[in-house]
């Protein structure tokens, strides 16, 4: 079971670190989604089972950070920069390290987290 948390209201240009924490987690792949209104879910960023390889979308490259501690069970998504483009419900996600779907790939994604809304508006 995945839990995203951190969401909340900022000011464009403003910083804000989303978390997710899992029950098991070491085994997976681990990725961030976001989904704004009326919009298909869109990849963010990805990071590889033990943390060695990442992954971004253009749109966030720079500006987010993916990292993954796995002795805690949690990974961050560390957003700077912030934009109001960057308004969204984003989701983290788990994947198997096998599978053969690309990290960027939401199909490949087995578990999902609910879901914490950012909101970047002045």
């Known amino acids: 079971q995945l839990q995203a948390s951190g969401g909340g209201l900022v000011q464009p240009g403003a910083s804000l670190t989303l978390s997710c924490t899992a029950q098991t987690f070491s085994t997976y792949t681990m990725g961030w989604f976001r989904q704004a209104p009326g919009k298909d879910r869109d990849f963010v960023a990805a990071?590889?089972?033990?943390?060695?390889?990442?992954h971004y979308a253009d749109s966030v490259k720079g500006r987010f950070t993916i990292s993954r501690d796995n002795g805690k069970n949690i990974m961050y998504l560390q957003m700077n920069s912030l934009k109001p483009e960057d308004t969204a419900v984003y989701y983290c996600?788990?994947?198997?390290?096998?599978?053969?779907?690309?990290?960027?790939?939401?199909?490949?994604?087995?578990?999902w987290g609910q879901g914490t809304l950012v909101t970047v508006s002045s």
């Open positions: 990071i590889s089972r033990k943390g060695g390889a990442t």
């Open positions: 996600a788990a994947k198997y390290a096998n599978s053969s779907y690309s990290s960027s790939l939401a199909a490949g994604y087995a578990y």
